[in-house]
Nanobody, 123 residues
């Protein structure tokens, strides 16, 4: 079984940066896809960034030039760095994983989800 736990969310001023972390418990080797999504109440979930086990990366258009997804295999941590934060980045950020190759357009393809970490950006 795989468990995901996000951390690193905070309240920041616009223009600031954050690095979110997702600690993975369980079999990391079997995971082919890992990703970050975000959700605001009443709105659809946004795909932020996706990383496959072959290091292929996909970014959502809303953060494409401001976000970096990476992982530390030894520590079993997935990271998301977001720079130049804007008020519209305010959301709950979720880590997700799958044993299949899944993309940001298909969040239902991700089997495992964390509880989320809140990011709030003030102007």
């Amino acid at each position: 079984q795989v468990q995901l736990k996000e951390s690193g969310g905070a309240s920041v001023q616009a223009g600031g940066s954050l690095r979110l972390s997702c600690q993975i418990s369980g079999d990391l080797v079997s995971l082919k896809s890992m990703a970050w999504f975000r959700k605001v109440a009443g709105r659809e979930r946004d795909g932020i960034a996706r990383l496959w086990d072959d290091d292929d990366i996909e970014y959502g258009y809303k953060v494409k030039d401001r976000a970096t997804i990476s992982r530390d295999i030894a520590k079993k941590i997935l990271y998301l760095q977001i720079n130049d934060l804007r008020p519209e980045d305010t959301a709950m950020y979720y880590c997700a994983a799958s044993r299949r190759y899944s993309g940001l357009a298909s969040p239902t393809g991700f089997t495992y989800w964390g509880q989320g970490t809140q990011v709030t950006v003030s102007s």
